[in-house]
């Protein structure tokens, strides 16, 4: 079974495709890894236990028998799939009688199972939004690795698609090697190839790539690339065949500064929408424009988050209950309400550094108009 990593579409995009589903029943199972054991064994029945009380709320709710006992049967089938050995730190499973979803995160979670019309995606979409997304590609003469990152969590991506080392090609698909530098070369050449076609397919153009390994290979592999933009940062050395916590340390170690360069990386790309005024600025602005669906990016500071009513069918957001208006909604963190709204039209949200929007009133909204 293939699981969801950056594969055509990105964690945050699934979530926001289950964020728009409205299905009944939608079966939420999300379970947080506690304790790490060497087989996972605990974790392992916590998930079955999860999965049975889930399946006990459709019985309780009254659901048809055969669609009960379809879903059941599902959801045992993807918890079966589930290789309890791969890096992550939890498992969301979502089922409804016309889609099902297996994702395995990097990050805590609550455990949670819950039928609805609906599924639980707030919370999860909550996490992955405030956090900073990249990719993390290792290149290697032995074997390529690839991982996901938020924040300071890595994820290793395991898939067949991904390209063996440069040492492959040199015996498998380079014939002759009266020269060994030129073979070489041209196996490197291959490889590099390879991993590109793979970023491009398993990765979306706004996710950063941090790329590690030999310095001549990396930069070998900076030359060819067909998307240079892409790359956020060069980590040099050899980390062959290493673990995930040392891939996630070297990159730790400078995350700040990332941070930093992806942030400023965004300003400049939107600098052309800044400087034809075709953008809005502070929370009611970019609220009234994302209610029309015209936003098309929004960043904002992370860390802010504010409380609001909106009235008029939703148009505007006033920070005090609106007196006047027979007809409101609540909104205990307009910010992350603001952001479903973007995500769900096609845009793209982005929680940049406190203080970096201080002139913006700490957020900036461009839009389609």
Known sequence: MEVLANKAMTVKEKLVELLGAK?????????????????????????????????????????????????????ENLEEGIIYEHDFQSVAIFISPMREELLLLPFETKDKAIVDDSFEIRDLLRTVNQSFQYDVIVLSKKKTAFYNGYQNKLQKVESGDIPEGVEYYLESRIGKKEDPAKAEMEAMKMYVNDVDDFIRLYTDM????????????????KNKTRRPEKILAEIYGSYDDERTSVISDKVNEKLEEYIKIRDKQLLE???????????????????????????????????????????????????????????????????????????????????????????????????RF
Do not use: C
């Open 23 to 75: 299905e009944d029943p939608s079966v939420s199972v999300i379970i947080n890894k506690d304790t790490a054991s060497p087989r996972n064994e605990k974790f392992r029945l916590k998930v079955k236990n999860t999965i049975k009380e889930a399946v006990e709320k459709l019985k309780e709710k009254g659901y048809d028998k055969r669609v009960v006992a379809d879903i059941e049967k599902r959801l």
């Open 206 to 221: 706004q996710t950063p790539l941090i790329v590690m390994g030999d310095e001549k290979l990396v930069s070998y592999f």
């Open 269 to 367: 790309r939107i600098q052309p929408d800044i400087d034809r005024l075709t953008y809005v600025s502070g929370i009611q602005e970019a609220w009234t424009v994302a209610a029309m669906k015209e936003a098309r990016i929004l960043l904002v500071e992370k860390g802010y988050s504010v409380e609001g009513y909106s009235f008029k069918n939703g148009l505007f957001l006033a920070f005090s209950e609106p007196v006047e208006e027979k007809e409101y909604d609540y909104h205990a963190d307009a910010i992350d309400d603001l952001a479903e709204m973007v995500l769900l039209q096609g845009g793209e949200v982005y929680f940049v550094s406190p203080g970096l929007l201080e002139k913006y009133d700490r957020i900036i909204e461009t839009t």
